[in-house]
Every structure is written in structure tokens, then in C-alpha cells.
């Protein structure tokens, strides 16, 4: 079946405009997570959607940035007035039912911030 | 707060066997052990997972000891297509549902 997609691949913006990531997880997963990926760099949590639960958003790195999972499904992550060092990759994930399930990538949204 | 700890990075030549130890001593008991594995512009994706001794798929093997406070993924007879990073996740021990990833650790196979 068709995994994680991911829109857009890249997108170049400039500082202080607000951008929008979407993820379309796996048909049937019910754990969504968001990671960023800054060049060289590991993956750092941002937030983790599990079925109807509140959404964990421990790894949002500041109030500029939220996200929404609508029908526990397609799930966007906004950045508003975007700055120079959020420019990264943003890479989501589903799973079956999270925890210890394998987590399944997405390509990954490239974000330029000028 | 770090989850796991790995080397930044190893070498290796094509053909050996790879080890790639993680240490994880705040594992709680539900915690599984995952390994991921993550190419250049790509996303990470999954290789092997154990609970305890020894998981063996058709990619790696996983080895944990008794006290699950590290384990080890080994990957035999390495190519130049295993240059990636690798990544060791286990649950977080904080509650929730999510995992953390670390730094990982990056292989370079040479000819």
C-alpha cells in the first residue's frame, strides 16, 4: 500500500512569512510523529499525535510552531513567522499504535527559510 | 535528556562485520530496543528490533544482554550501500508513547 507522503518536498520562504507542512500517514495508523532534521544533524522530536489523546508537544520548539491532526488522519504542521534557523528537514511518521511500533517515514519536507 | 548514547561515528572496510553498541541504562521493562537505519535525503527506516537476547532478521542481528542496559546491532559482511547513519531507540521512560532519537551513529564503509 502506499506509505508516509509528505507535501511539499521543498519550500523556500522568507523570514517572517508562516509555512505549512503536510503529512498523509499510513491508511489505518493511528500514531503520527513530527521530527526535524537540521543538516548533519540527528532527529529531534516535535510531536507525537496518538489516536483521540491530547497530542504530546514537548518537542515544539517554540510557540511559533503548532500542529493539528484532523480525523486521525493528515496532519499539518504550521511555522508561523518563520526564522533562518528553522530551515531544516521536516520529516513525519506514522505507526500502527506508537511506542515501540516501527515507525514509517515519510521523504521528508525541505524547509529554506531567506 | 538523552535516552540512548552511541558513538558519533565509525569506519569500517567492505566485507567485516559491523558493531554498533548502544547504551540505554534508564531502559524501563515495556521498552523494546529499535534500530533504524537512514541514507542521505531520506527518511529513517526501520531494521531490527528486540526485547532481550538475540533478534536475527535478514539485515542485522540484535544482541541484548540480561540487564537490557545496551545492546549491540551487528551488521555482517558490510557493502559501501551500508554507509548511513544508525540510530538505537527505546521507549521513553517518562511516560507517553513516543520515542526519542538520538544522534546516531555514522558508518562509513570504505573499499
Known amino acids: 500500500g502506499a506509505g508516509v507522503s509528505q507535501s511539499p518536498s521543498n519550500k523556500v520562504t522568507e523570514k517572517g512569512k508562516d509555512v505549512e507542512l503536510r503529512c498523509d500517514p499510513i491508511s489505518g495508523h493511528t500514531a503520527l510523529y513530527w521530527y526535524r532534521q537540521s543538516l548533519g544533524q540527528g532527529l529531534e522530536f516535535l510531536i507525537y499525535f496518538q489516536g483521540n489523546s491530547a497530542p504530546d508537544k514537548s518537542g515544539l520548539p517554540s510557540d511559533r510552531f503548532s500542529a493539528e491532526r484532523t480525523g486521525g488522519s493528515v496532519s499539518t504542521l504550521t511555522i508561523q513567522r518563520t526564522q533562518q534557523e528553522d530551515s531544516a528537514v521536516y520529516l513525519c511518521a506514522s505507526s500502527y499504535q506508537g511506542y515501540s511500533d516501527t515507525q514509517y517515514f515519510g521523504p521528508g519536507t525541505r524547509l529554506t527559510v531567506l | 535528556l538523552a535516552k540512548t548514547t552511541q558513538p558519533i561515528s565509525m569506519d569500517s572496510y567492505e566485507g567485516q562485520e559491523v558493531n554498533i553498541t548502544c547504551s540505554h541504562n534508564?531502559?524501563?521493562?515495556?521498552?523494546?530496543i529499535t534500530w533504524y537505519q537512514q541514507f542521505p535525503s531520506q527518511g529513517p527506516r526501520f531494521i531490527i528490533q528486540?526485547?532481550?537476547t538475540k533478534v536475527t532478521n535478514e539485515v542485522a542481528s540484535l544482541f541484548i544482554p540480561a540487564d537490557r542496559k545496551s545492546s549491540t546491532l551487528s551488521l555482517p559482511r558490510v557493502s559501501l550501500s551500508d554507509t548511513a547513519v544508525y540510530y538505537c531507540l527505546v521507549g521513553d521512560e517518562d511516560g507517553g508513547f513516543k520515542t526519542i532519537f538520538g544522534a546516531g551513529t555514522r558508518l562509513f564503509v570504505k573499499a
Open positions: 534508564n531502559i524501563a521493562t515495556n521498552d523494546y
Open positions: 528486540g526485547y532481550k
